[in-house]
């Protein structure tokens, strides 16, 4: 993969290697990935082949909801891996998360992006597709600090 990345001149971009890393208030490492939490928004940085489902989600939905409260946020999946979300269990990510003002996600590639299509058929977020982390977290801080 890093080849295609090479070829098509994308720049992957993790957060601990972005602008934004200074500004992390809290990051944990939990069984499907890392959680880098912001004033208003956090980042997800997953592992690789993983199908996220609301069962392994659980233990990241108690921190986000500890960190946000009744607050609104945004959420950036920073797609570095690919992994899968069980499109089937849309109905309750929509439920857990109703404070949840902007969702976005960072695709590296065509494929991850073209899953993003299906995946984005099942959800009520507010969302958009970006191809550098810096646009995503540009237009979910608009969006939350708009509201």
Do not use: C
Not at 108 to 120: R, T
Not at 128 to 145: D, G, H, M, P, R
Request: hydrophobic share 45%; charged share 20%.
């Amino acid at each position: 993969m890093l080849y295609l990345l090479q070829i098509f001149k994308i720049e992957l971009m993790l957060v601990q290697d972005s602008p934004y890393y200074s500004k992390v208030i809290n990051h944990k490492i939990v069984d499907i990935g890392n959680l880098y939490f912001f004033q208003n928004y956090l980042i997800a940085e997953l592992n690789e082949g993983i199908n996220i489902n609301i069962e392994n989600f659980k233990e990241s939905t108690e921190l986000i909801l500890a960190h946000f409260g009744d607050n609104d946020f945004g959420f950036i999946g920073n797609r570095v891996n690919s992994y899968s979300i069980v499109i089937t269990d849309a109905r309750e990510f929509n439920k857990a998360f109703k404070n949840l003002k902007a969702y976005a996600t960072v695709t590296y590639n065509l494929f991850a992006e073209n899953m993003l299509e299906v995946e984005n058929h099942f959800f009520n977020f507010n969302k958009k597709n970006f191809t550098t982390l810096i646009e995503a977290v540009t237009w979910v801080e608009e969006i939350v600090t708009s509201n």
